[in-house]
């Protein structure tokens, strides 16, 4: 549990500098590099990792046997972390999953982020309903590509 409140800390700290640089003019949320070309679209892709951040290694191979059982085996889901086109160190990586080609230009993506920062803060976090699945649902559905497997 203090691993994952030592994470929602450290992404709650980078929303408020996003918000910072937005307020202060800056609508990058990452740089932008040359000249963005509508016409060349970007392929958007899931990856997926078993939640093994335990100081537990008992806990995180029970998380993989789990996963293994209910995902690989018989194909119900699991316990899993999804980011899009991010990568995460405090997670076991799975796999990745290519959901599509997007048209939406560099400018594009970061206002489609910096809607989704105002609707989806920290303190509304539900490990059930609302989740980094959801939110990475939400982001492909406003990216214009098909949502994570499995919904």
Known sequence: MEGFRLRMASLVR???KREKR???GDERLWPEKGEETRERMQEVVAHVYDVTNSPSEKTNNTVSRINCICKDCVGLGGIFHSAIQGQNQFYTYRQSIVLGETHCSQSEVNK????????????????????CNHFCDAFCEKLGV???PGK
């Open 22 to 24: 937005e307020r202060e």
């Open 14 to 16: 980078r929303l408020f």
């Open 146 to 148: 098909r949502k994570l």
């Open 112 to 131: 489609i982020l910096r809607e989704l920062i105002r609707a989806w803060t920290g303190d509304s976090y539900d490990p059930l309903s609302k989740n």
